[in-house]
């Protein structure tokens, strides 16, 4: 069974950072893409970021690109996602999932929330 737990989210000041974290198990991590979508209130699921099974290539949405990065360490079955820059807008919770499929319907964790607020 696939499980995803994310942590590292919090409140912070517009402009701060913040990195978050997902520990994955029930499945074969180091061969499987995987990406971090969010949700703000009233919203849709909004796709992130991807990153393929070897660390490379990523890629970012528009909104986020240039101040988010997304890495991994597949020897400790972990995605990051380093947050700097950020906005109100980045306002959300976020969740890691494994890259198939649609961002609504593959394996996602419970989330974690970030507020971006002064």
């Known amino acids: 069974e696939v499980q995803l737990v994310e942590s590292g989210g919090g409140l912070v000041q517009p402009g701060g950072s913040l990195t978050l974290s997902c520990a994955a198990s029930?499945?074969?991590?180091?061969?499987?893409?995987m990406r971090w979508v969010r949700q703000a209130p009233g919203k849709e699921l909004e796709w992130v970021s991807t990153?393929?099974?070897?660390?490379?290539?990523?890629f970012y949405a528009d909104s986020v690109k240039g101040r988010f990065t997304i890495s991994r360490d597949n020897a400790k079955n972990t995605l990051y996602l380093q947050m700097s820059s950020l906005k109100t807008d980045d306002t959300a919770v976020y969740y890691c999932?494994?890259?198939?499929?649609?961002?609504?319907?593959?394996?996602r964790g419970q989330g974690t929330q970030v507020t971006v607020s002064s």
């Open positions: 029930g499945f074969t991590f180091s061969t499987t893409s």
């Open positions: 990153i393929y099974s070897s660390g490379r290539p990523t």
């Open positions: 999932a494994t890259a198939i499929g649609s961002i609504n319907s593959s394996p």
